[in-house]
């Protein structure tokens, strides 16, 4: 009887279990397999400035590198033009335009710095054309400074053609005429009073 007993309670454990699992356990299918986290790589600062660097095509950064070179060659060209004019006592005879055209070439140097190398390109001819301009007049300069000088001298005006002379010495210092002329301007009111103590 125990025996019977026994194996009736098994089978109903047996059969509870078999009605109540289908309802308690999720079927394979809807079960959901677990996901992998991936983690992205971590972009360094030099990838970042190689991603930057490799947005322009070859064609583009040829056209810059250019640009580039070519303004450097005028800047050149500009900086030759400016020492020659400083040689030639710029700042005595155009000291206003001069320092306007040093502005222009500081001006150019900036857009340079700031990678606006086509802006820079023209600022630096602009610059050398206006530049090889003034060195142009200086002939024009000497004779003004000679005709201005010789009057003011045979008027009797010293500041006038000391003014005149010290020009044209700035430009041709080693000039015998003008170093001549500056003495007699620089002397100019002796010589009119001893002329009136002969007259």
Not at 94 to 101: G, I, R, T
């Amino acid at each position: 009887t125990t025996v019977i007993i026994a194996l009736l309670s098994l089978l109903l454990v047996a059969a509870g279990i078999f009605w109540l699992l289908p309802t308690t356990v999720a079927p394979p299918s809807q079960a959901q397999p677990p996901v992998a986290q991936v983690t992205p790589p971590a972009i360094t600062a030099g990838d970042a400035g190689d991603s930057a660097a490799n947005s322009l095509a070859p064609l583009e950064i040829a056209r810059l590198e250019r640009l580039k070179e070519q303004a450097k060659q005028v800047a050149n060209d500009l900086l030759r033009l400016q020492i020659e004019l400083e040689d030639q006592g710029v700042q005595v005879w155009a000291q206003a335009p001069y320092q306007q055209l040093l502005d222009q070439g500081l001006a150019a140097d900036e857009r340079y710095r700031q990678g606006q190398y086509s802006k820079a390109l023209a600022a630096y001819q602009a610059a050398s054309q206006d530049t090889q301009a003034l060195l142009d007049s200086i002939g024009t300069v000497i004779a003004a400074n000679q005709q201005l000088g010789e009057a003011a001298l045979a008027a009797g005006d010293a500041q006038a053609a000391i003014q005149a002379f010290t020009q044209l010495l700035a430009i041709r210092p080693a000039n015998a005429t003008y170093q001549a002329s500056l003495a007699r301007a620089r002397n100019l009111s002796e010589v009119i009073d001893k002329v009136r103590a002969a007259e």
